[in-house]
């Protein structure tokens, strides 16, 4: 292995321990949820889901996990679910 690549191996795995260095701007996914499977979605600073109850709340368990499992990677406004944003207003 040539010794440049092993310094970008290196890298990668100092990044790999700081995922504060990484911010989502836009996503997509498909979560396994306990029913069926459903597209996810991140882009323009709104969250998109295939489930049925996101269409009504535009907001879901699926977007929530994502949102809790992805934290520190997700700019602050991607964190804010619309119910808790209308209540700061």
């Given at each position: 292995m040539r010794s440049?690549?092993i310094g ?10 700081e995922?504060d260095?990484?911010?989502f701007s836009?996503l997509?996914?498909?979560f396994r ?9 991140y882009a323009n600073?709104?969250?998109h889901?295939?489930?049925n109850?996101f269409?009504?709340w535009?907001i879901?368990s ?11 990677m997700l ?7 619309p119910?808790?944003a209308?209540?700061v207003?």
């Open positions: 440049s690549l970008k191996i290196e890298k990668a795995k100092g990044y790999a321990q995922p260095r990484v911010t836009g997509t996914a498909v949820g306990k029913n069926d499977d459903h597209e996810l979605s600073g709104k969250w889901c295939t489930c109850f269409s009504q535009q879901c699926h977007t929530m996990a994502l949102q809790q499992i992805l934290s520190d700019p602050k406004e991607a964190l804010v679910a119910m808790e209308q209540l207003e």
